[in-house]
Nanobody, 120 residues
Framework: VQLVESGGGLVQAGGSLRLSCVVSGTSASAVDMSWHRQAPGEQRETVAVTSSTGSTSYRDSVKGRFTISRDNAKNTMYLQMNSLKPEDTAVYYC???????????????WGQGTQVTVSS
């Protein structure tokens, strides 16, 4: 499985960005996927998850601002990020993994990441 992210960049607080993740080596429709992020000096954290059955999950700090989606025909996953805050600054990673019924997600394949920087 190969994952290639794009769409990161520099944006002012309150702005928007849309990240894309193109999947190859598997069908996006058949896998669970997620966006993770890692800020400088911090551990990686799960931002949002989308299951192959259509369910989604978000970390509390992005609920109402971020939307995860996928276009299975394009084998692509997206993360629409609105009302961005400086604390959203991080490298964002696309993953393929397994989403369990207790809302636990285990990532198995990672993309190379895309930098998102939000200025105040």
């Amino acid at each position: 499985v190969q994952l290639v992210e794009s769409g990161g960049g520099l944006v002012q607080a309150g702005g928007s960005l849309r990240l894309s993740c193109v999947v190859s080596g598997t069908s996006a429709s058949a896998v669970d996927m997620s966006w993770h992020r890692q800020a400088p000096g911090e551990q990686r954290e799960t931002v949002a998850v989308t299951s192959s059955t259509g369910s989604t999950s978000y970390r509390d700090s992005v609920k109402g601002r971020f939307t995860i989606s996928r276009d299975n025909a394009k084998n692509t996953m997206y993360l629409q990020m609105n009302s961005l805050k400086p604390e959203d600054t991080a490298v964002y990673y696309c993953t393929v993994g397994t989403y369990y019924s207790n809302d636990y997600y285990f990532p198995q394949s990672w993309g190379q990441g895309t930098q998102v920087t939000v200025s105040s």
